[in-house]
């Protein structure tokens, strides 16, 4: 937990905007595991250097464009290869 905390100080503008977008389409965020894959994801794909409201956005649409994996790896019981 300590390593999400560190992480999320690091990158305060890209976490909200990230908890945002999860809260909006997921009902909360993910697992420490999960958050912390998904801000490292923002970070290596240049988006956490953008502003909350691009960040927000850029996280709404990346499911549907393929650039940003949000899923952490998840795999959906009916459907094997295939992300929750």
Do not use: H, K, W
Not at 58 to 83: E, K, L
């Amino acid at each position: 937990m300590e390593d999400l905390a560190t992480l999320v100080a690091a990158n305060e503008e890209a976490a909200a905007a990230i908890a945002s977008a999860y809260e909006v389409l997921l009902g909360g965020v993910p697992n420490v595991a999960g958050f912390t894959f998904v801000i490292n994801s923002a970070i290596a794909s240049g988006i956490a250097d953008f502003n909350q409201e691009n960040i927000f956005i850029n996280v709404v649409n990346s499911p549907r464009s393929g650039q940003f994996r949000g899923d952490c790896g998840i795999q959906r019981p009916d459907r094997p290869g295939q992300a929750a």
